[in-house]
């Protein structure tokens, strides 16, 4: 056999073997004693399932165990309040994000400033704005925002 010859089968059958254990690579999980000490702590909850789990979802938990406390704390609040949404709550706050996400990044920049200052307001006064503003007509939400301004200052 020429050279080319063993080339034309030699290449082709080393590059279909280096896809297959790339491929197999990108496919295997992690055992539970490859996690370091932090995320074994973190996840310890999932022990006894944990070789089981597909890798997409070892991924997600190994990036979840690397937030920080105070992240996976504010996270987890939000989801038990998400969880205690009823699903037509839920459905209207999914649609929300949705044309939050479809929004001009200059409106969305907007929106960020004016959720920062009302987070500068005295607490009373942002569960009152939490109580009213979704009832109010847009000609009332700027009322209300002009008299926060000018007891408050900013913005």
Known sequence: MKSSDTSRFIYPLFGTAILMMGGQ????????????????????????DWDDFPEGKQTTLRRWAAKPPTERGR??????EWKQLSPAQ?????AQLQH???????KKARIKVWYQW???LPLAEQQKLRQVWPDMSDAERKAYMQSLRQRYGGL
Do not use: C, H
Not at 75 to 80: A, N, S, V
Not at 100 to 106: F, G, H
């Open 25 to 48: 690579v990108m496919a295997d999980t992690v055992k539970w004693s490859e996690l370091n000490g932090n995320e074994q702590a973190v996840l310890r909850p999932f022990a006894g």
């Open 75 to 80: 996270i987890k609040q939000r989801y038990t």
């Open 90 to 94: 839920q459905r209207k706050v999914a």
């Open 100 to 106: 939050y996400k479809a929004m001009p990044t200059a």
């Open 118 to 120: 009302v987070k500068t």
